[in-house]
């Protein structure tokens, strides 16, 4: 998919083309404030940036010099506190005029208050920037916290909100990509949670946020030649199989199993040159322009050691100076990490194999560690409701009582297996469920997990005479093509997202599940669609040249998370039924996290630090400070002034101390008597007036006969009020 579309490349041209607009060759400033700066650095390189006659890249927060005589380019999102820092530089016209573009619309308030200040704008726009595309098909908003305020009972007064902000992000990756698509949204059959109508209301922002687009944008979308796309918007009560269950494609396996860090960018610490004396400890940066990485990630841990071990091989045999061996066994994972060691003169791809061998390697001893492959064959059966022979399975129970009794298996795994169990039951007893936690050697508070999955449209416990027929699976499982081998039966779970975008290209997906927002005028347009489709030529037809790209688009929105299966699915449909699918979604799960996100659903709001419960930001007090007069300049030759015999200020001037002694020497009836009324009062009075006139040193001379001689005036009159301040005659 390297030659389609990316959403990365989509985002990073919408700002570099946005500032090349707007600079024309002239050189500017680029204003940006924190928000911005975050989703400016996730897909723009600096460079590419200055390379479009920026002078300089400035933060709003900060404290900057002032350049009246350059134009500013503000890229900034629309949030009260950043615009009060933009009201702040054009009160101090900190720059000559400035250019206003906003990654979302502002309020009716806030664009009111820049009213007063419409001379000093020269451009204002909208930009739809508010999200980070990660790789060239899926998009997160980097939004954790949105998981607890759609489910969460205590976020219901500002749960609106938040799904109309959600929308907006939506909306702008439909506008990125050119899009107005057919919108579809994920209605329950037989709902149980009071969130069953998420899916519902989120399609109908997306839809309203779009319609608004196009009446502002007559342009909008843009003429193709592609078939209109469809925008799948579902929430991740739809399928709470897929976070748990271990998938064990590389991608996937990486991020449960080792610990990648996520944000801003992700990271895997390791030793490079290990064994070496160049030896050091790094955080290797795991990005889209690392083929080995985009090649492998969705393959099966299996087949990407087989290609990584393949590849390197493959190097040896072309490079026969690199190793000395003589016999014809191919060497290990381990062993072809030590040879990679001595690789300097291949520095990019010593590097780039040297990461990925690694990963694969802790992966496979954490896979063995802890017997994967024996949850894994549990945990298939109860996801997919069938053994490995495709059959109704016996005795779940005794199988997932023996994993909990292992030492090998990790608590989490525990937990995952309980929780899956309890999924694939349709709701147990809530004995039963604090029976299998204790056996499990779990806490007792881990029932509050379980319990909450009720929020989340499922069954978690039920009376002990209680009973329902457990609701039909949204998709069978397809047993046709899925392959017989032993490595591949740990793989037979599909997330539903696969099924759905398999029904949505074949033109069956049915409408009582996902209705419509708005009903085509052509109900049988998708299946008109697929039939073009098919008869469309291959991609390879033409290789070496770039052909216009026709492939219909689909966007599917997952609110609440989403899983690297789901993202594994996109790249595969897309590939498989010639389409263009891009994911997005709040944030990527692991099963951990996402456990432990169900758990703090009965957790008290307070304690949970939503972004919305924190004080609101304020722009920094330091932009609001008046500058300081500038030092004053004595002309040259001239004495420092004087004050009591010391000099004011400057290096070495010793601090002027209390005249205590005369102070206490005063009296009310001293000479001057009612002239002076009170000796400390008066005397204030005359420091504030020798500080104005030193204050006005410079214009002394203004108007005058001799500069000399207006010096020595001036410089005599203060010489008698400091006089009088101590309290001495003339």
Same mark, same amino acid.
Request: charged share 25%; hydrophobic share 35%; with cysteine.
């Given at each position: 998919?390297?030659?389609?579309?990316?959403?990365?490349?989509?985002?990073?041209?919408?700002?570099?083309?946005?500032?090349?607009?707007?600079?024309?060759?002239?050189?500017?400033?680029?204003?940006?404030?924190?928000?911005?700066?975050?989703?400016?650095?996730?897909?723009?390189?600096?460079?590419?940036?200055?390379?479009?006659?920026?002078?300089? @890249?400035?933060?709003?927060?900060?404290?900057?010099?002032?350049?009246?005589?350059?134009?500013?380019?503000?890229?900034?999102?629309?949030?009260?506190?950043?615009?009060?820092?933009?009201?702040?530089d054009f009160d101090r016209r900190r720059y000559r005029s400035g250019y206003l573009v906003w990654t979302g619309e502002l309020n009716r308030t806030q664009e009111g208050r820049l009213q007063q200040y419409r001379t000093q704008i020269a451009g204002f726009t909208v930009l739809p920037l508010d999200y980070f595309p990660r790789e060239s098909h899926l998009i997160t908003f980097r939004d954790p916290w949105s998981f607890p305020?759609?489910?969460?009972?205590?976020?219901?007064?500002?749960?609106?909100?938040?799904?109309?902000?959600?929308?907006?992000?939506?909306?702008?990756?439909?506008?990125?990509?050119?899009?107005?698509?057919?919108?579809?949204?994920?209605?329950?059959?037989?709902?149980?949670?009071?969130?069953?109508?998420?899916?519902?209301?989120?399609?109908?922002?997306?839809?309203?946020?779009?319609?608004?687009?196009?009446?502002?944008?007559?342009?909008?979308?843009?003429?193709?030649?592609?078939?209109?796309?469809?925008?799948?918007?579902?929430?991740?009560?739809?399928?709470?199989?897929?976070?748990?269950?271990?998938?064990?494609?590389?991608?996937?396996?990486?991020?449960?199993?080792?610990?990648?860090?996520?944000?801003?960018?992700?990271?895997?610490?390791?030793?490079?040159?290990?064994?070496?004396?160049?030896?050091?400890?790094?955080?290797?940066?795991?990005?889209?322009?690392?083929?080995?990485?985009?090649?492998?990630?969705?393959?099966?841990?299996?087949?990407? @050691?087989?290609? /990584?071990?393949?590849?390197?091989?493959?190097?040896?045999?072309?490079?026969?100076?690199?190793?000395?061996?003589?016999?014809?066994?191919?060497?290990?994972?381990?062993?072809?990490?030590?040879?990679?060691?001595? !690789?300097?003169?291949?520095?990019?791809?010593?590097?780039?194999?040297?990461?990925?061998?690694?990963?694969?390697?802790?992966?496979?001893?954490?896979?063995?560690?802890?017997?994967?492959?024996?949850?894994?064959?549990?945990?298939?059966?109860?996801?997919?409701?069938?053994?490995?022979?495709?059959?109704?399975?016996?005795?779940?129970?005794?199988?997932?009582?023996?994993?909990?009794?292992?030492?090998?298996?990790?608590?989490?795994?525990?937990?995952?297996?309980?929780?899956?169990?309890?999924?694939?039951?349709?709701?147990?007893?809530?004995?039963?469920?604090?029976?299998?936690?204790?056996?499990?050697?779990?806490?007792?508070?881990?029932?509050?997990?379980?319990?909450?999955?009720?929020?989340?449209?499922?069954?978690?416990?039920?009376?002990?005479?209680?009973?329902?027929?457990?609701?039909?699976?949204?998709?069978?499982?397809?047993?046709?093509?899925?392959?017989?081998?032993?490595?591949?039966? /740990?793989?037979?779970?599909?997330?539903?997202?696969?099924?759905?975008?398999?029904?949505?290209?074949?033109?069956? !997906?049915?409408?009582?599940?996902?209705?419509?927002?708005?009903?085509?005028?052509?109900?049988?347009?998708?299946?008109?669609?697929?039939?073009?489709?098919?008869?469309?030529?291959?991609?390879?037809?033409?290789?070496?040249?770039?052909?216009?790209?026709?492939?219909?688009?689909? @966007?599917?929105?997952?609110?609440?998370?989403?899983?690297?299966?789901?993202?594994?699915?996109?790249?595969?449909?897309?590939?498989?039924?010639?389409?263009?699918?891009?994911?997005?979604?709040?944030?990527?799960?692991?099963?951990?996290?996402?456990?432990?996100?169900?758990?703090?659903?009965?957790?008290?709001?307070?304690? /949970?630090?939503?972004?919305?419960?924190?004080?609101?930001?304020?722009?920094?007090?330091?932009?609001?400070?008046?500058?300081?007069?500038?030092?004053?300049?004595?002309?040259?030759?001239?004495?420092?002034?004087?004050?009591?015999?010391?000099?004011?200020?400057?290096?070495?001037?010793?601090?002027?101390?209390?005249?205590?002694?005369?102070?206490?020497?005063?009296?009310?009836?001293?000479?001057?008597?009612?002239?002076?009324?009170?000796?400390?009062?008066?005397?204030?009075?005359?420091?504030?007036?020798?500080?104005?006139?030193?204050?006005?040193?410079?214009?002394?001379?203004?108007?005058?006969?001799?500069?000399?001689?207006?010096?020595?005036?001036?410089?005599?009159?203060?010489?008698?009020?400091?006089?009088? @301040?101590?309290?001495?005659?003339?």
């Amino acid at each position: 998919m390297d030659n389609g579309p990316s959403i990365v490349r989509e985002h990073q041209n919408l700002i570099v083309d946005t500032i090349r607009g707007i600079t024309r060759g002239d050189w500017k400033v680029l204003v940006i404030d924190e928000t911005t700066k975050t989703i400016i650095d996730n897909t723009v390189k600096e460079d590419d940036i200055l390379n479009q006659n920026i002078a300089n @890249i400035e933060k709003i927060e900060d404290k900057r010099e002032p350049n009246p005589t350059m134009d500013a380019i503000y890229l900034l999102s629309p949030q009260p506190h950043i615009v009060d820092c933009l009201l702040s530089d054009f009160d101090r016209r900190r720059y000559r005029s400035g250019y206003l573009v906003w990654t979302g619309e502002l309020n009716r308030t806030q664009e009111g208050r820049l009213q007063q200040y419409r001379t000093q704008i020269a451009g204002f726009t909208v930009l739809p920037l508010d999200y980070f595309p990660r790789e060239s098909h899926l998009i997160t908003f980097r939004d954790p916290w949105s998981f607890p305020i759609l489910y969460h009972p205590q976020c219901n007064d500002i749960v609106a909100e938040h799904m109309k902000s959600l929308a907006r992000k939506v909306a702008a990756v439909c506008i990125t990509l050119g899009e107005f698509p057919k919108i579809r949204y994920y209605k329950p059959s037989q709902p149980l949670h009071e969130a069953s109508v998420l899916s519902y209301h989120l399609a109908r922002f997306v839809q309203q946020e779009l319609e608004r687009h196009a009446e502002m944008d007559r342009n909008f979308p843009p003429q193709t030649s592609r078939p209109q796309g469809v925008l799948l918007v579902t929430d991740r009560s739809m399928d709470l199989m897929a976070p748990l269950v271990h998938e064990f494609t590389y991608q996937a396996m990486a991020h449960d199993l080792l610990p990648l860090k996520e944000l801003p960018k992700v990271t895997f610490h390791m030793t490079i040159n290990e064994g070496t004396a160049a030896a050091e400890e790094k955080d290797m940066e795991i990005v889209e322009t690392d083929k080995v990485w985009v090649e492998n990630r969705h393959r099966h841990m299996k087949d990407t @050691i087989d290609k /990584l071990m393949g590849d390197f091989n493959k190097f040896i045999a072309q490079n026969p100076n690199f190793t000395d061996q003589s016999d014809d066994n191919a060497p290990s994972l381990n062993a072809i990490r030590d040879m990679l060691a001595g !690789l300097p003169q291949f520095q990019q791809m010593k590097e780039a194999y040297s990461l990925h061998l690694t990963m694969a390697q802790d992966a496979m001893n954490v896979f063995q560690r802890h017997k994967l492959p024996d949850i894994a064959s549990i945990e298939q059966t109860m996801a997919t409701g069938l053994d490995e022979d495709f059959k109704k399975p016996k005795n779940v129970l005794d199988q997932v009582v023996r994993m909990l009794d292992d030492e090998a298996i990790t608590k989490e795994d525990r937990m995952r297996l309980i929780t899956l169990y309890i999924l694939y039951r349709d709701g147990l007893i809530e004995e039963d469920v604090k029976r299998l936690l204790a056996h499990a050697s779990l806490p007792p508070q881990e029932f509050e997990t379980v319990a909450n999955l009720g929020l989340l449209g499922a069954q978690a416990t039920r009376p002990l005479k209680g009973f329902r027929q457990p609701p039909p699976p949204l998709f069978p499982l397809n047993t046709k093509n899925l392959a017989q081998s032993e490595e591949y039966a /740990l793989s037979r779970f599909e997330p539903a997202v696969k099924n759905i975008l398999e029904s949505v290209c074949n033109g069956t !997906l049915d409408p009582a599940i996902f209705p419509y927002t708005v009903e085509p005028d052509d109900p049988n347009q998708d299946q008109v669609v697929q039939t073009s489709l098919r008869s469309a030529a291959p991609r390879w037809a033409s290789a070496n040249r770039r052909q216009v790209e026709n492939r219909q688009r689909i @966007i599917v929105f997952v609110a609440g998370g989403a899983t690297y299966s789901e993202a594994r699915t996109c790249y595969e449909v897309s590939e498989k039924l010639n389409r263009d699918v891009f994911l997005v979604t709040s944030h990527m799960l692991k099963p951990g996290f996402f456990l432990r996100q169900v758990k703090e659903l009965t957790t008290d709001r307070r304690r /949970l630090d939503l972004p919305v419960d924190r004080p609101k930001p304020r722009a920094p007090a330091h932009l609001f400070e008046r500058p300081a007069p500038p030092p004053q300049q004595r002309p040259a030759g001239a004495p420092p002034p004087q004050m009591g015999g010391r000099p004011v200020g400057g290096a070495g001037a010793a601090p002027v101390r209390p005249p205590t002694k005369a102070l206490g020497a005063m009296t009310l009836s001293s000479s001057g008597g009612g002239r002076e009324g009170s000796a400390y009062s008066a005397s204030s009075s005359q420091v504030s007036q020798a500080s104005s006139a030193q204050e006005e040193w410079p214009s002394s001379s203004v108007g005058g006969s001799d500069p000399g001689s207006g010096r020595h005036k001036l410089t005599k009159d203060k010489d008698k009020k400091k006089r009088n @301040i101590f309290g001495l005659k003339k």
